[in-house]
């Protein structure tokens, strides 16, 4: 089976990345690691708390100036 163009691109990098790391020590070379937090909540719901609470809080403003 014939390669596509991204598999290709893929394949390229992957063979570009490894020559930067042949004849290093593991402690030289730089690891892929994603040390960004996940949030606990999604954000979705974070903006249905924000709608619940900011949205009340905005109803009830309104109704104790014009009621």
């Not at 990098?13 to 790391?21: M, S």
């Not at 690691?33 to 999604?42: G, Q, R, V």
């Amino acid at each position: 089976m014939a390669q596509t163009l991204e598999q290709r691109r893929r394949n390229a990098k992957f063979v570009k990345e490894q020559d930067a790391r042949r004849g290093k020590a593991e402690t030289d070379v730089k690891k892929r690691t994603k040390d960004t937090p996940k949030s606990p909540i999604s954000p979705f719901w974070l903006g249905i708390l924000g709608f619940v609470v900011f949205g009340g809080l905005l109803f009830e403003v309104i109704s104790r100036v014009f009621f």
